[in-house]
């Protein structure tokens, strides 16, 4: 276990850093415009964590000591397929949801 100073320091630095990070946009760029090429590129980060985040999910699940199991791929399948046909967030992510709890049940 960590003590209790080490704990506070380790808490304290990284909220500093968190501060300075999103200072660097929000309070030193907050009044410029940027440039167009650069909000072209922020429209794809959302598009690129959010899989970043859901990948090691499916394809390395700690759940099965991380080997890839079929409930996992069709649901991440399903969510692809629906968002991709229905082109909302909201029913995509319902309908993977609903696939890994029936496949779940069902295997």
């Not at 850093?17 to 980060?45: D, E, H, K, Q, V």
Request: charged share 10%; hydrophobic share 60%; aromatic share 10%.
């Amino acid at each position: 276990m960590i003590d209790r100073t080490q704990f506070w320091i380790v808490v304290v630095v990284l909220g500093v850093a968190t501060y300075l990070i999103r200072f660097s946009f929000l309070g030193l760029l907050g009044n410029r415009a940027l440039p167009g090429w650069l909000l072209r590129c922020l429209r794809y980060t959302a598009v690129a964590v959010l899989p970043a985040l859901v990948a090691p999910a499916v394809m390395w699940p700690t759940a099965t000591n991380g080997q890839p199991d079929a409930a996992r791929l069709l649901a991440a399948a399903v969510t692809v397929v629906v968002g991709l046909v229905t082109r909302q967030m909201m029913f995509a992510a319902v309908a993977g949801i609903g696939t890994l709890l029936g496949m779940q049940f069902l295997l």
